[in-house]
């Protein structure tokens, strides 16, 4: 996040800015320490230094998946209430209503929120079967399966779900909810000329032949 980003965050959830701040704190100290060499361990290992290098590695590679993840979270619950109000068109009613109620609720963390309410969101919006259809035979089998989980499984998965199926899915709607427009548009115009070339001769047939209507 940059500095614009963080302030904004501070202002509007104290909250949410502490623990990224600290979370971020811990991954620049992680990223401080030397890289371990990735080289394989050898079989005989008395001092175990080849087993301390993977597990930094490993923790580093934890830290920066944390950190990205809170950041992508925290960028999502803040803009979740304008984006729902903006494409209030195109999403199913309830879908306010989550974001209503998952303000209310307590969760460990924001990630854990912002799965929350991606995973209530998922279910919501392919709820309704003329969205379920522009899903492609792929997607359709990978959200039959996720619906098919428990909760706190689909919780898991809903960034994944949300990402690979739900977001291509509701920018396709988009699309074809501007091209329905922009027909719409030419149809309108194009009665529209008809209605003033039908006025122009309505008053030549009144101007040259004396009709009154």
Known sequence: MDEKELAA??????KA???????????DKLKAAPAPKNEPAPKDDPTGLAEKAAKEREEKEKG????????????????????AKENAALLPKNVESIL???????????????SAVKEAIVL???????????LTASQKSTFDEFKGL?????????QQVYDSIFEPTFETLKKVKRAEQVSKGFKDESQGEQAYKDKRLKMARKQHLGEKN
């Open 17 to 27: 800015y502490d623990s990224y701040v600290a979370l971020k704190g811990e991954h």
């Open 64 to 83: 920066a998946k944390h950190e990205k993840d809170l950041e992508s979270s925290i960028r999502f619950t803040s803009a979740a209430a304008t984006w």
């Open 100 to 114: 209503a109620a998952a303000e209310k609720e307590n969760y460990g963390s924001t990630i854990q929120k912002a």
């Open 124 to 134: 919501e919006f392919f709820g309704h079967q003329a969205n379920l259809d522009l």
């Open 150 to 158: 428990t909760k706190d499984k689909r919780i898991e998965r809903a």
């Open 9 to 14: 965050l501070k202002e509007s959830n104290p």
